[in-house]
């Protein structure tokens, strides 16, 4: 890994006790425009592939009409996205925050439709883990947009110092046909913050903390490349995630199985 960063591009420690405290970290002006485009053109290729393969569970719909569009794992879909500086920096960045090597964990990229997107519901990452809880200390999740985001187009919000360690209770919205998108319920939403940021800059945020996003009201599209990095797996926590990756595997093809058998019975 390839550890330098420009001295302007490197936590300061006013940035690392703001981490700490807060649980996330507004960092303007990360990345140079061309730094942006080269990502953006293949986020672009990405979502423009599945918008022609029509819409499935991670489409927001409203009124038949896609308000927002997720794809996960996008660097799996286009690895060369792997190769641009954006992933470059971002994974020196969170090495320097984290004070250890870090390695890419996830990644995902989140389109919000101008004049009608919807916002996110209040969650936790960590909520979406239930296989290795342990890889959600050491983590830094970067939110990059693609382009300036006001307030009314699409802005994170957070609950400053919910990294706590606290794990809130997350529930399925009755009717909703985004499953994937839970609501976390127990908290004071009154403590939220709007982070607004502009294009170049990404927020950083703690797995544990309370985020989601507004509406985006604006009338430009809001783009948003999501990449976690997280402190190595060890030797045996590597052979615990092979066997898992075999054992999902094997049920994946056991119920597609299962269901192949179903529909060729009368
Ligand atoms: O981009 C958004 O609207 C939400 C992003 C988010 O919730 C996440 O990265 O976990």
């Known amino acids: 890994m390839d550890m330098t960063l420009p001295s302007s591009r490197r936590p300061s420690p006013d940035d690392l006790a703001t981490w700490a405290q807060l649980g996330y970290l507004p960092a303007p002006g ?25 819409t499935d569970d991670w489409t927001m719909l409203q009124n038949g009409k896609t308000v927002s569009e ?3 794992f996008t660097a799996q879909h286009e690895p060369r996205l792997k190769d641009t500086e954006i992933f470059r920096q971002c994974e020196a960045y969170a090495a320097a925050l984290l004070g250890m090597p870090v390695e890419y964990a996830f990644d995902h990229v989140i389109r919000k439709t101008a004049g009608i997107g919807k916002g996110t519901r209040w969650h936790q990452d960590v909520y979406y883990e239930k296989d ?24 994170m919000r957070y609950i400053p110092a919910s990294h706590d360690g606290t794990m809130y209770e997350h529930k399925t919205i009755p009717g909703a046909d985004d499953t994937h998108y839970v609501m976390a319920t127990g908290f004071d939403e009154s403590a939220a913050v709007d982070v607004p940021i502009g294009a170049g800059g990404a927020i950083l ?4 903390l309370l985020h989601a996003s507004g509406p ?6 809001r783009t948003a490349w999501i990449l976690h990095f997280a402190k190595p797996r060890t030797a045996s926590q590597n052979m615990r995630y092979q066997a898992l990756q ?3 595997g094997w049920r994946r093809a056991k119920s597609g199985l299962k269901d192949r058998l179903k529909s060729l019975i009368p």
């Open 216 to 221: 985006n009201t604006s009338q430009q599209v």
């Open 205 to 208: 945020h703690h797995p544990y």
């Open 246 to 248: 075999l054992r999902h």
């Open 70 to 72: 997720e794809i996960i």
């Open 132 to 155: 290795e809880l342990y890889r959600y200390k050491d983590r830094v999740h970067f939110w990059i947009p693609m382009a300036d985001v006001p307030l009314m187009g699409g802005a």
């Open 30 to 54: 990360l990345f140079r425009p061309e730094d942006l485009a080269e990502a953006e053109q293949l986020l672009d290729g990405l979502l423009a592939a599945k918008a022609a393969s029509g």
